[in-house]
């Protein structure tokens, strides 16, 4: 008779009395006797046969129940498939022969039979290394179909090969890092693990949870996992190389709860390529902006888990932190970076040096950051103060590109210079970029330190809200405060204004006589752009000053000023308001001549008492 088995199987069996050719089915007692006699005595010798037949294939077990074999993996697996092929398969056409195979499984399980092979051909615990042809070695450890803790194996997922588009590649890779950490998993066929759990014995198969719990285990007094002293550089772990890592991590987010399971598994990579233990008391940033913090890599988890982890949606993941305005801001000295980026004064920079991409890395971090206050619905103003307080942290740190042009001094030609502002004086910057006013026409002439946009973007980051947020900061001709608070700035770092600027300074303080309002008075008057009655242009702050009728002649009228710091002022109508704020009084003709010039007719030149009298 064809048993199906791939086994022949000599015995006393009933036979039909017909054919002489099949066991007798009837229900007799020569039934009853080839029932016993297959579940009593073949299903036992097979399970020995199965066990004895290892040493005939070359598969010779010491004491440890191993086996060691001095060749190639591929060849041992390739011995193990001959061996395995003797397994009977449970799905057979006759119910009797059938029954024996689960007969033979549940006999395995009963006597804890270590026939279920793990292979190995490298050390538990470290990285892979090569092996020359005369080190090549393989090692396979025997499993009992169940078991607990160390005598536990698991039969591989058939759902492991989905996991990237390299399938086999991907399942072997996968495989090969579980091995090393020490997860005994089973070379073994899908179809054996179905006939042993078509036989009623609970054999395990590799899964999320199991891997995750697996992993828990690796700080036990009796460790299953054996990752090795942590923190290590991932080379120096069986890991051995990021891609693994995340073949593991991707294999066990298949678990819905498994990122709300980190603590304590020692899956985490951060940014330097260390392996280290999620720890709940020591939350790493998950972020793309880990660039901008290059000496703290150690604090940022690395950008191929970032990539895993933040498509977790609305979930929050209690190992991670996210990376504000303000830790940026505490972990900016610990960067080893020159007194380029410190200091609360403008510092001179090359825009096309090392440092222009990790510049636009901070500008796209604040623009993602400030992303959610952009949205509210706010007046300027609002919005202003909102990013300037959210910033304040940052207030020393020069992060702002702005140019100026100079002249140099043997070609008097022009050059622009480029600076890098902090953020505390981001006002004495003004954005002229857009703008063909007369004022922002004249505001250019006079050299100012003007707003320069390139810097903050790169090819492939160009974001609006980035010129916002810049826009926020410096001085715009909507907000005059700030664009006096510019101009002041210009007349510190250099008093002097070579050149006809006539027509400019009137255009500039035509702009504040439609916006005094609110101006402090006293920036105002320290502006040098005022100009007299002899045709000087000065600044008023810690004089007196008046406005004189155009009536009036200007002569010698300069010596108010040396005796007494009084000037007189040129009157122009469009300035009649601004000088009124600015608290100079409009003297009338005869108020000009009592108070002041006959006062001291005598001390003037010949030629100014004739213009005078004349007049």
């Keep these: 008779e064809v048993t199906g088995l791939p086994v022949h199987i000599n015995g006393h069996f009933v036979l039909d009395h017909e054919g002489r050719r099949g066991l007798l089915k009837a229900d007799t007692v020569g039934k009853e006797w080839n029932k016993l006699l297959l579940s009593r005595v073949l299903a036992p010798c097979y399970a020995s046969m199965l066990s004895q037949v290892r040493n005939v294939l070359g598969l010779f077990i010491n004491g440890e129940n191993k086996t060691k074999m001095p060749c190639k993996r591929e060849y041992v697996c390739s011995v193990l498939r001959k061996y395995q092929d003797l397994f009977p398969s449970i799905k057979l056409k006759d119910f009797y022969w059938s029954e024996t195979a689960k007969e033979v499984y549940q006999c395995i399980e009963r006597t804890k039979m270590r026939l279920l092979p793990v292979v190995r051909d490298f050390t538990v615990g470290k990285p892979r290394k090569k092996l020359t042809s005369e080190q090549n070695a393989v090692e396979i450890t025997w499993f009992p179909p169940t078991g607990e803790e160390n005598n536990q194996a698991f039969f591989c997922d058939p759902d492991l090969q989905p996991i990237t588009s390299s399938k086999d590649l991907a399942k072997r890779e996968l495989e090969d890092v579980l091995l090393r950490l020490n997860f005994n998993l089973i070379e073994a066929p899908l179809s054996l693990w179905k006939n042993f759990v078509g036989s009623s014995i609970k054999s395990q198969q590799l899964s999320p949870s199991s891997l995750t719990k697996f992993f828990e285990t690796h700080t036990s007094f009796n460790p299953l996992c054996i990752v090795g002293k942590l923190p290590a550089k991932i080379t120096e772990t069986p890991f051995e190389k990021v891609s693994n890592l995340e073949l593991v991590l991707k294999y066990c987010m298949k678990q819905e709860t498994f990122t709300q399971e980190l603590h304590g598994l020692p899956l985490l990579l951060t940014q330097d390529e260390t392996i280290q233990v999620f720890d709940l008391s020591k939350p790493k940033f998950l972020t793309p902006y880990f660039r901008i913090l290059p000496e703290s890599r150690h604090e940022f988890v ?42 609360s004064k403008k510092v001179p920079w090359n825009p096309n040096g090392r440092y222009m991409m990790w510049l636009q890395c901070v500008w796209r971090f604040l623009e993602y950051e400030l992303k959610e206050i952009l949205k509210c619905d706010q007046s300027d103003e609002e919005l202003r103060g909102c990013i300037t307080v959210t910033l304040t942290s940052l207030k020393d740190w020069c992060l702002l590109p702005a140019t100026e042009t100079g002249k140099l001094s043997l070609l008097q030609t022009q050059a622009t210079n480029h600076y890098l502002v902090p953020f505390g004086k981001s ?3 003004i954005d002229l970029e857009h703008s063909s006013l007369r004022i922002a026409k004249a505001l250019r002439k006079l050299d100012l330190l003007q707003l320069d946009y390139k810097p903050m973007f790169s090819l492939q980051h160009f974001g609006n809200d980035r010129w916002r947020i810049a826009r926020c900061l410096v001085a715009t001709l909507n907000n005059p405060s700030t664009v006096l608070v510019s101009l002041l700035e210009r007349l510190t770092r250099d008093v002097s204004i070579v050149g006809d600027f006539r027509e400019e300074f009137r255009t500039i303080l035509d702009y504040f006589s439609k916006v005094f309002n609110g101006l402090d008075r006293a920036m105002l008057r320290q502006l040098p752009f005022y100009e007299t009655v002899q045709g000087d242009h000065v600044r008023i702050n810690g004089l007196e000053a008046f406005v004189l009728p155009q009536t009036v002649p200007g002569c010698d009228l300069h010596m108010w000023k040396e005796k007494n710091g009084t000037v007189f002022l040129k009157s122009f109508n469009n300035l009649k308001e601004l000088y009124n704020y600015i608290e100079c009084s409009v003297l009338t003709e005869t108020e000009v001549y009592t108070k002041f010039i006959f006062q ?16």
Excluded at 600 to 615: P, Q, V
């Design 427 to 429: 006002e004495t910057v």
């Design 600 to 615: 001291h007719f005598e001390d003037m030149s010949s030629e100014g008492r004739m213009k005078h009298l004349d007049h």
């Design 302 to 343: 690395h950008e191929t888990l970032f990539n895993l982890f933040s498509a977790v949606k609305d979930k929050v993941i209690p190992v991670f932190k996210k990376l504000r305005i303000q830790d940026f801001a505490e972990l900016l000295p610990q960067q080893n970076f020159p007194e380029l980026f410190t200091g």
